[in-house]
């Protein structure tokens, strides 16, 4: 039976523990996630669309009345278009 190399490349077998380290410490620097310095700063217009939220989160606008109410606000500001 004849076995073939699978790549040519000069790849060492075992351990060579100075360039093990080297590798392991450059690796180490290399994943630390930066550090954030980001901040967010909300409006106090976009704080007011909390309690909106909060009542699609409740279900308050899955209502049948309520559905209808605004279906009927939204007919009368919209026009009818024309076919």
Same mark, same amino acid.
């Given at each position: 039976? %004849?076995?073939?190399?699978?790549?040519? &490349?000069?790849?060492?077998?075992?351990? +060579?523990?100075? /360039? &093990?380290?080297?590798?392991?410490?450059? &690796?180490?620097?290399?994943?630390?996630? $930066?550090?954030?310095? +980001?901040?967010?700063? @909300?409006?106090?217009? &976009?704080?007011?669309? %909390? $309690?909106?939220?909060?009542? !699609?989160? /409740?279900?308050?606008? +899955?209502?049948?009345?309520?559905?209808?109410? !605004?279906?009927?606000? @939204?007919?009368?500001?919209?026009? !009818?278009? /024309? @076919?």
């Amino acid at each position: 039976m %004849d076995i073939g190399f699978v790549n040519n &490349s000069n790849t060492r077998i075992g351990n +060579d523990s100075k /360039s &093990s380290r080297n590798s392991q410490a450059a &690796s180490a620097s290399e994943q630390q996630p $930066p550090k954030r310095t +980001d901040s967010l700063e @909300l409006s106090q217009e &976009s704080r007011t669309l %909390d $309690p909106i939220e909060a009542k !699609i989160a /409740s279900g308050y606008y +899955d209502k049948p009345e309520v559905m209808r109410q !605004i279906a009927l606000k @939204l007919s009368l500001q919209l026009p !009818i278009e /024309s @076919l």
